[in-house]
């Protein structure tokens, strides 16, 4: 069996083929640079760029350029290729100790490369020469094949030598320039391929220590509710440090780049399926490896049902036949301040992008926003904005204003907890027990309350002890992780529970903190 990476085809092309397996022939070699001095193995790496990843290349050397002041100089990267063949002289040893994947791949008699490996030093064995002092020529050479596909990078042969460097336990040398975010997640994303990744996680900590760009939420437009979104440039950005985040196990990082990612969106979550084409997106990171992309995305929607969950439960009291009345003004309650609340209402949230008249064409559809980059703070502060209605000044109490507040203030402190984002360790460790989404393998999906009540449709009950609780304020209380869950992943919510009369019975469970 053979590394997929490795043995290429006999393209007939001196500069792609080594002389041989184990040296010893007369085509040209590319050029070595040497890792370890007495290294006895030779990795032969060819580095593919794709012209959508030059052209980026070129377009970011460009961009750089440009924002240097008059008279600075900095050095600059090379002029990128299409192919790039370089040799590493190495120690195999010190591989297959920090490499799993060499240890495997140079290691097991099941694979070409580890027979190659053999055969190569009982070759020299025979000349009485040791590994370590024979000519470059002589070592075994492994090849490695590498594309653009999983990091849209030009530049990985920097990022593979230096990766190379930080397992023998050497400084990197490339430029400090360009130490940028597309670098370190090309290291990344070959240090996951090569399992060597706690290394050189330990490496870029302490030594390394990239920056690490702030993402830009500044609004493009102002649509009524507040954002035009996240443009593509900082949701690469975005997602990209979440995947370094958790290849090089960065849990601070990962955990509040995941709930930016959660609170903001992304144009690849449509729910009309529509998503843009751009070369860029092919990258590993625009969707998120083992499991995350799902959760994250998962979450968010949760979120945004439970947000829009709190006008449709009020336009549903207006409207139900069955609902009583909803005016407060007590014995003079009346049903033209019912029809006027209601009134206002749909004005307010069509008028603000929150709600959308369809009717039974097809074509009212296409009435309906795309909400996949519409941030949550938003939604809550453009909720926040609905005026005091009253259809004369004895109905002071009436209205969505009064009643909607303390629910968006416990929404917004659920939000403010830790616990709406991933965190490292529960994913890469208790994945189930964290996981949002419900598991797909026919098990039951009845929910369990804190107070042991059982209920198979999910209903959340929202009463005032919830939203005075200030214990909801605190980091990381008793309880909260199990009820921001719960609210977020319920099917239905009842927010105005406590509002009904003492005829009205519900079998809904009440939440509690016990």
Same mark, same amino acid.
């Given at each position: 069996?053979?590394?997929?990476?490795?043995?290429?085809?006999?393209?007939?092309?001196?500069?792609?083929?080594?002389?041989?397996?184990?040296?010893?022939?007369?085509?040209?070699?590319?050029?070595?640079?040497?890792?370890?001095?007495?290294?006895?193995?030779?990795?032969?790496?060819?580095?593919? *760029?794709?012209?959508?990843? /030059?052209?980026?290349?070129?377009?970011?050397?460009?961009?750089?350029?440009?924002?240097?002041?008059?008279?600075?100089?900095?050095?600059?990267? +090379?002029?990128?290729?299409?192919?790039?063949?370089?040799?590493?002289?190495?120690?195999?040893?010190?591989?297959?100790?920090?490499?799993?994947?060499?240890?495997?791949?140079?290691?097991?008699?099941?694979?070409?490369?580890?027979?190659?490996?053999?055969?190569?030093?009982?070759?020299? $064995?025979?000349?009485?020469?040791?590994?370590?002092?024979?000519?470059?020529?002589?070592?075994?050479?492994?090849?490695?094949?590498?594309?653009?596909?999983? !990091?849209?990078?030009?530049?990985?042969?920097? =990022?593979?030598?230096?990766?190379?460097?930080?397992?023998?336990?050497?400084?990197?040398?490339? +430029?400090?320039?360009? /130490?940028?975010?597309?670098?370190?997640? =090309?290291?990344?994303?070959?240090?996951?391929?090569?399992?060597?990744?706690?290394?050189?996680?330990?490496?870029?900590?302490?030594?390394?220590?990239?920056?690490?760009?702030?993402?830009?939420?500044?609004?493009?437009?102002?649509?009524?509710?507040?954002?035009?979104?996240?443009?593509?440039?900082?949701?690469?950005?975005?997602?990209?440090?979440?995947?370094? $985040?958790?290849?090089?196990?960065?849990?601070?990082?990962?955990?509040?780049?995941?709930?930016?990612?959660?609170?903001?969106?992304?144009?690849?979550?449509?729910?009309?399926?529509?998503?843009?084409?751009?070369?860029? !997106?092919?990258? !590993?990171?625009?969707?998120?490896?083992?499991?995350?992309?799902?959760?994250?995305?998962?979450?968010?929607? $949760?979120?945004?049902?439970?947000?829009?969950?709190?006008?449709?439960?009020?336009?549903?009291?207006?409207?139900?036949?069955?609902?009583?009345?909803?005016?407060?003004?007590?014995?003079?309650?009346?049903?033209?301040?019912?029809?006027?609340? &209601?009134?206002?209402? &749909?004005?307010?949230?069509?008028?603000?992008?929150?709600?959308?008249?369809?009717?039974?064409?097809?074509?009212?559809?296409?009435?309906?926003?795309?909400? =996949?980059?519409?941030? /949550?703070?938003?939604?809550?502060?453009?909720?926040?904005?609905?005026?005091?209605?009253?259809?004369?000044? *004895?109905?002071?109490?009436?209205?969505?204003?009064?009643?909607?507040?303390?629910?968006?203030?416990?929404?917004?402190?659920?939000?403010?907890?830790?616990? /709406?984002?991933?965190?490292?360790?529960?994913?890469?460790?208790?994945?189930?027990?964290?996981?949002?989404? +419900?598991?797909?393998?026919?098990?039951?999906?009845?929910?369990?309350?804190?107070?042991?009540?059982?209920?198979?449709?999910?209903?959340?009950?929202?009463?005032?002890?919830?939203?005075?609780?200030?214990?909801?304020?605190?980091?990381?209380?008793?309880?909260?992780?199990?009820?921001?869950?719960?609210?977020?992943?319920?099917?239905?919510?009842?927010?105005?529970?406590?509002?009904?009369?003492?005829?009205?019975?519900?079998? !809904?469970?009440?939440?509690?903190?016990?």
């Amino acid at each position: 069996m053979e590394d997929s990476g490795g043995g290429a085809p006999d393209s007939g092309d001196p500069l792609l083929d080594p002389p041989s397996s184990h040296g010893g022939g007369a085509g040209a070699l590319p050029e070595v640079i040497v890792v370890s001095e007495h290294g006895d193995v030779v990795l032969d790496a060819t580095f593919q *760029n794709s012209k959508d990843t /030059i052209r980026s290349a070129r377009k970011a050397a460009q961009t750089q350029s440009r924002h240097l002041s008059r008279g600075e100089s900095q050095p600059q990267p +090379p002029a990128p290729r299409a192919r790039v063949r370089l040799a590493f002289r190495v120690d195999l040893a010190v591989l297959r100790k920090q490499s799993k994947y060499f240890d495997k791949l140079l290691g097991d008699a099941h694979f070409k490369e580890a027979n190659d490996v053999a055969d190569a030093f009982a070759a020299l $064995s025979l000349k009485g020469v040791k590994p370590r002092d024979a000519d470059v020529r002589e070592l075994p050479w492994i090849q490695i094949q590498d594309d653009d596909g999983a !990091t849209a990078y030009a530049y990985r042969e920097l =990022a593979f030598a230096d990766l190379l460097r930080i397992l023998h336990g050497l400084d990197a040398e490339t +430029p400090q320039t360009q /130490i940028t975010l597309s670098f370190v997640t =090309a290291l990344a994303v070959l240090a996951d391929r090569f399992d060597c990744a706690a290394g050189v996680s330990r490496y870029v900590t302490t030594r390394l220590k990239p920056k690490w760009p702030v993402t830009n939420h500044k609004p493009a437009r102002d649509d009524g509710v507040g954002s035009g979104g996240m443009s593509r440039a900082t949701e690469n950005v975005l997602r990209q440090k979440i995947l370094v $985040s958790w290849l090089l196990s960065q849990p601070p990082r990962f955990q509040a780049a995941t709930k930016e990612l959660i609170m903001y969106g992304s144009c690849q979550w449509s729910s009309f399926g529509e998503q843009e084409d751009d070369e860029t !997106t092919s990258a !590993t990171w625009w969707y998120l490896q083992d499991g995350i992309e799902q959760e994250l995305q998962y979450r968010r929607n $949760s979120i945004l049902n439970t947000l829009a969950s709190v006008p449709r439960h009020f336009l549903s009291l207006y409207t139900s036949a069955r609902s009583a009345r909803q005016c407060k003004l007590g014995y003079d309650s009346s049903v033209a301040c019912d029809s006027y609340q &209601l009134g206002e209402m &749909l004005k307010f949230l069509t008028n603000k992008g929150l709600f959308f008249l369809v009717d039974f064409s097809p074509g009212s559809l296409d009435a309906i926003a795309d909400t =996949a980059l519409l941030p /949550i703070s938003s939604i809550i502060n453009t909720l926040r904005q609905c005026p005091s209605y009253q259809i004369d000044k *004895n109905h002071t109490n009436c209205g969505l204003r009064t009643r909607m507040l303390p629910i968006l203030d416990f929404i917004e402190s659920l939000l403010s907890a830790a616990s /709406i984002s991933l965190t490292h360790a529960g994913w890469k460790g208790g994945r189930a027990a964290q996981a949002w989404m +419900p598991v797909e393998n026919g098990e039951s999906s009845r929910k369990v309350f804190a107070n042991g009540a059982e209920n198979s449709g999910n209903t959340f009950r929202f009463t005032r002890a919830l939203a005075s609780d200030q214990r909801l304020r605190l980091e990381g209380p008793m309880g909260v992780d199990k009820l921001i869950r719960e609210v977020f992943t319920a099917t239905s919510w009842d927010w105005t529970a406590e509002d009904q009369g003492s005829d009205h019975a519900s079998t !809904t469970p009440r939440w509690s903190f016990r």
